[in-house]
């Protein structure tokens, strides 16, 4: 099974960076995985941060453009998300969640979160 382990968070003062990591096993070969960060903080819904396809394509959220990056270890299989200039606004849980396009006789789709990390920037 896929599982994923989310690391990094800890406190910080606005200007400052995190890199947070989501350490991926159980991949299938027969699938191609798109990894995606997410955020919730506290009374607001859960937002899209930015996502790495299974090809390296990348996409982020406006409100993190240019100051967040994602990248992806292949080897390690970790996906990582350096954050710089790092914002109170930027303060919640961050979750990495795979998204996955599997042919095997058939295809089909699968998700997975994994557990958060907080973020906290004071």
């Known amino acids: 099974h896929v599982q994923l382990v989310g690391s990094g968070g800890g406190s910080v003062q606005a200007g400052g960076s995190l890199r947070l990591s989501c350490t991926t096993s159980?991949?299938?070969?027969?699938?191609?995985?798109?990894v995606n960060w997410y955020r919730k903080a506290l009374e607001k819904e859960r937002e899209f941060v930015s996502s790495?396809?299974?090809?390296?394509?990348?996409t982020y959220a406006d409100s993190v453009k240019g100051r967040f990056t994602v990248s992806q270890d292949s080897a390690k299989k970790v996906v990582y998300l350096q954050m710089n200039n790092l914002k109170p606004e930027d303060t919640a849980m961050y979750y990495c969640?795979?998204?996955?396009?599997?042919?095997?006789?058939?295809?089909?789709?699968?998700?997975?979160w994994g557990q958060g990390t907080q973020v906290t920037v004071s």
């Open positions: 159980g991949y299938h070969s027969y699938c191609r995985y798109d």
């Open positions: 790495v396809t299974s090809d390296g394509t990348t």
């Open positions: 969640k795979t998204d996955a396009n599997c042919e095997y006789g058939g295809s089909w789709t699968d998700a997975v």
